[in-house]
C-alpha cells in the first residue's frame, strides 16, 4: 500500500493574513504547497505514526494565525512524546486525545499571557496514520471525509450550533436558518475543550480521505467536491490545486487549506516523484 499525499494552504482572494496551518508529520505550513508519497509500512508511519491535519484559527489581531500554529505545533510535540503506533488501540485513542488535550493548553496559555490573544482559538481537524490504519481527531468544523466508490462520506461532525440543534431533533433546514448556526460550540482554545478521537474503518483500495478547512467545504458542496477529484495517483497535487481553485472561483472570502491522502494498491510504481 502507498499513500500519495499533497496539501496547500491558501490566503485566498480576501484575506489580508492566512490564519490557517496545515501540517504533514513535523512539517508545518501557513501558505503553499506540501507533498510525499510513502509506502504504509515507512519508518514515518511506524516509528510514531503519521499526522496530517488542519487547524483554522481565528480571533484577528494575528491571534488566530498565533492559535492554528500553536495547536499543531503543541499536537505534533505531544504525538512524538506518545507510545509507538504498534500498541493497543485503547492506549493509542487516550494518547490522540491527551495530544488534543495538550494543544488545547498550549493556546489557552497564550490567551492568557497575552490580553490581545484572550478571544483567539482554532479548529483542528485530521488523520494518524498508523500501520495498522488510521484514527481521526477533530474539534471545530474542519472536516475529515472519505471518498469510496465513487461517494463521499464525512467522517466528522462540526461542532456548531446547527449540529447541536439537529442532535437534539430540529430539523436540519431550520437549523441551518439559525443567525448562529456557523457558531462554534467545540474548539481548541475553549475552557472545556472535547477531543473527538475514533478510528477509521480499514482501507480499500482507491480510498481517499480529504481534510479541509471551511474556506473550501463552506463554499462548494459534496458533490462538487467529489466531482473535482479524481482517483490517479500521479494526479493528487493536481486535484488539490483544483479543489482550493474552485473555492476561490465559487467566491470563497475565507482562507482555504486541503490535504488529500489518495491510497494506492498496486506493484506498478508512481509517475509521481517523492517530494516535501
Known amino acids: 500500500m502507498i499513500y500519495h499525499i499533497a496539501a496547500r494552504t491558501e490566503a485566498g482572494p480576501i484575506r489580508e493574513r492566512n490564519e490557517d496551518h496545515l501540517v504533514i508529520d513535523r512539517w508545518i505550513k501557513n501558505q ?18 503519521l499526522l496530517l491535519a488542519v487547524a483554522d484559527g481565528m480571533g484577528g489581531a494575528a491571534g488566530g494565525q498565533l492559535a492554528s500554529r500553536l495547536a499543531l505545533e503543541s499536537l505534533t510535540a505531544a504525538l512524538a512524546r506518545t507510545t509507538p503506533p504498534g500498541g493497543s488501540a485503547e492506549l493509542l485513542a487516550e494518547d490522540v486525545s491527551a495530544a488534543l488535550l495538550q494543544a488545547n493548553t498550549a493556546v489557552r496559555k497564550a ?11 482554532t ?28 461517494f463521499l462520506r464525512p467522517l466528522t461532525h462540526d461542532d456548531n450550533l446547527a449540529e447541536r440543534l439537529i442532535a437534539q431533533g430540529v430539523d436540519a433546514e431550520s437549523a441551518a436558518a439559525n ?18 478521537v475514533t478510528a477509521g474503518d480499514l482501507f480499500e483500495p482507491g480510498d481517499q480521505l480529504i481534510i ?3 474556506g473550501l467545504h463552506g463554499f462548494i458542496d459534496e458533490d462538487a467536491i467529489l466531482a473535482a477529484v479524481g482517483d490517479r495517483p500521479d ?24 490535504i488529500i491522502i489518495r491510497i494506492q494498491v498496486t506493484d506498478e510504481p508512481s509517475r509521481e516523484d517523492d517530494h516535501a
Open 179 to 196: 443567525p448562529e448556526a456557523t457558531s462554534l460550540t467545540n474548539w481548541i482554545g475553549a475552557d472545556a475543550m472535547r477531543p473527538f
Open 123 to 150: 479548529t483542528l481537524s485530521g488523520v494518524l496514520l498508523t500501520p495498522s490504519g488510521y484514527w481521526v481527531l477533530h474539534a471545530g468544523d474542519s472536516r475529515v471525509l472519505r471518498v469510496r466508490n465513487g
Open 212 to 214: 479541509s478547512s471551511d
Open 111 to 121: 490567551q492568557s499571557e497575552d490580553p490581545r490573544f484572550t478571544a483567539m482559538g
Open 32 to 49: 503553499g504547497w506540501l507533498g510525499l508519497t510513502l509506502a504504509a509500512d515507512d519508518e514515518l508511519i511506524t516509528r510514531r505514526g
Open 235 to 258: 494526479r493528487v497535487i493536481a486535484d488539490v490545486a483544483t479543489l482550493v481553485d474552485r473555492a476561490i472561483a465559487a467566491g470563497s472570502t475565507d482562507n482555504v487549506s486541503v
